[in-house]
């Protein structure tokens, strides 16, 4: 006898409403000791991503900073969870070292970096000149690298610390109209791997997040249709959207030292996405 499917169509998945919900627990579902009174600082933190890494850090107890260029969004979250702003442009790497130097004097130290900040702005491969060029990769990695610069000294004078870098799986599935981004990206691959090596004698880890199709306020103003939601549910292994809290604990465990054994690391948050 053949034995009957629990679901007879894995479509019938997505009109089970607690296919989403039901993955998104409270931040502080899980308390990892070792985040209370952690010193944790976050770029690009005011919108997206960026606002949920910082709500889940607070939740843990941890002392929170975070820079953006959004003020009102910024003023917002920081009055609403208790974080502190700060009003930087990352583009300005004068600013930013700035930035960190008065955030690590403040907080007597930064032990956990969060690389957030990015924008994975579209644009046509015959178009782009050398200055939109060097801008997207400005955008997308080159403060990735001098922030994990600005407080490699820091962290090393306190025996340790953890820098979260974040890529993307677009570079994985070579997505069109997205060069800049996606070669970005990649380069983030590469720099993960240099500085857990460099870094690793000194007791600072160096690990990278690898968001998939990650559901944000952007993504849905700019580009979610119902047919690309639909396209992603089918390529990913598992039914359901991914939102911005489940990289939110990805970021919580790799600055927990509960992942005190991992380094140079990709860490996949992408429902399988990337096995197709």
């Not at 499917?5 to 019938?12: E, K, P």
């Not at 300005?92 to 990015?118: C, P, S, T, Y």
């Not at 001098?146 to 993307?168: D, H, K, L, R, Y």
Request: charged share 20%; aromatic share 6%; proline share 3%.
């Amino acid at each position: 006898m053949q034995q009957k499917s629990m679901f007879r169509d894995w479509r019938l998945l997505y009109s089970i409403p607690l296919c989403n919900t039901a993955m998104n627990t409270p931040h502080d579902s899980v308390k990892y000791r070792s985040l209370e009174n952690r010193s944790v600082l976050i770029t690009g933190g005011a919108s997206g991503i960026g606002a949920s890494l910082v709500e889940a850090f607070v939740a843990q107890g941890s002392r929170v900073s975070f820079l953006d260029v959004d003020v009102p969004a910024g003023t917002e979250l920081s009055a609403r969870t208790g974080a502190t702003f700060m009003n930087c442009d990352l583009l300005d790497i004068a600013a930013l070292r700035a930035a960190i130097r008065a955030v690590e004097a403040a907080q007597q130290g930064i032990a956990v970096l969060v690389n957030n900040a990015g924008k994975d702005d579209r644009q046509e491969f015959k178009s782009i000149e050398p200055e939109a060029w060097r801008r997207l990769l400005a955008l997308n990695l080159d403060h990735q690298f001098f922030a994990s610069q600005a407080v490699s000294a820091g962290m090393a004078a306190q025996a340790g610390g953890s820098i979260i870098m974040m890529g993307s799986v677009s570079w994985m599935r070579g997505r069109p109209g997205m060069a800049g981004y996606t070669t970005a990206k990649s380069a983030i691959n590469g720099l993960t791997r240099t500085l857990a090596r460099e870094l690793g004698p000194s007791g600072v880890r160096v690990n990278c997040i690898v968001p998939g199709a990650i559901l944000t306020e952007r993504q849905r103003k700019l580009w979610l249709t119902p047919e690309l939601d639909a396209q992603f549910l089918e390529l990913q292994s598992l039914k359901f959207r991914l939102t911005a809290q489940h990289v939110a604990k990805m970021a919580l465990f790799l600055g927990s030292d509960e992942s005190a054994g991992c380094t140079g690391a990709n860490f996949m948050v992408d429902a399988g996405l990337t096995q197709n």
